[in-house]
């Protein structure tokens, strides 16, 4: 068992740790940088998701655009088109396309006919 004077000071050192820890404990001075530093990447990751995702919804709706551009030009057509004219007609999908780059688009274009004399 220690001796009465050693065990004083550990007392006095004992109270004064106890203070300190409760006097950190009531103070919240610093609880909204914490908050700040423990949410920032995972507001940073829906930010840039949500920028990457809008334009991905742009890209889709211009290639949807391009798509019914070129089959109600190609369907104007009453007779048969040049193949000048269907280059011209899927030209068309680069610049509907700009800003964005418009290489991995391909248009293809497929003739389908009917007669009323064949079913098949």
């Known amino acids: 068992m220690p001796s009465r004077p050693m065990l004083r000071p550990l007392q006095r050192l004992a109270r004064r740790v106890h203070r300190l820890l409760c006097r950190w404990q009531a103070d919240r001075r610093g609880v909204a940088a914490i908050e700040f530093a423990l949410l920032d990447p995972l507001m940073a990751v829906m930010f840039i998701g949500a920028m990457e995702m809008s334009q991905a919804i742009t ?9 019914g551009s070129t089959a109600d030009l ?10 000048s004219d269907v280059a011209d007609v899927t030209r068309v999908g680069s610049y509907i396309m700009k800003p964005y780059s418009s290489t991995p688009i391909r248009i293809v274009l ?5 007669s009323p004399a064949s079913a098949t």
Do not use: P
């Not at 890209?59 to 798509?67: F, H």
């Not at 190609?74 to 193949?83: G, L, P, S, V």
């Open 110 to 114: 497929r003739k389908v006919t009917s």
């Open 59 to 67: 890209v889709d709706r211009r290639v949807t655009q391009i798509a």
């Open 74 to 83: 190609i369907a104007r057509a009453d007779t048969t088109i040049a193949q």
